[in-house]
Nanobody, 123 residues
Framework: QVQLVESGGGLVQAGDSLRLSCATS????????MGWFRQAPGKSREFVAAISARGGFTTQALSVKGRFTISRDNAKNTAYLQMNSLKPEDTAVYYC????????????????WGQGTQVTVSS
């Protein structure tokens, strides 16, 4: 049974940092692309960042480029999203998801999803 569990969300002030984690089990993590998505209230879910299975390639949405960094530790079956210089518009539920290669930004292509973790940024 494949499981993805996000953690690390919370309430912070604008300009603060948070690091989200996505712990996985039930799959060969090193064979899967990891993606992060987010959904703000009243909006559809959107792509945030993705990393290739071996970690050699990453891509981010323009809205987070230069502020968010995606990484992974295949030995720990865990991926991370380091979020710096947070803004109120980053407030959303953040989800991690996995798929087989190649890296894509399309939500519907991802196979397994976590339950999400809330990030709230106050101004």
């Amino acid at each position: 049974q494949v499981q993805l569990v996000e953690s690390g969300g919370g309430l912070v002030q604008a300009g603060d940092s948070l690091r989200l984690s996505c712990a996985t089990s039930g799959l060969t993590f090193s064979s899967y692309v990891m993606g992060w998505f987010r959904q703000a209230p009243g909006k559809s879910r959107e792509f945030v960042a993705a990393i290739s299975a071996r970690g050699g390639f990453t891509t981010q949405a323009l809205s987070v480029k230069g502020r968010f960094t995606i990484s992974r530790d295949n030995a720990k079956n865990t991926a991370y999203l380091q979020m710096n210089s947070l803004k109120p518009e980053d407030t959303a539920v953040y989800y991690c998801a996995v798929k087989r290669e190649p890296v894509v930004t399309t939500e519907k292509m991802y196979e397994y999803w976590g339950q999400g973790t809330q990030v709230t940024v106050s101004s």
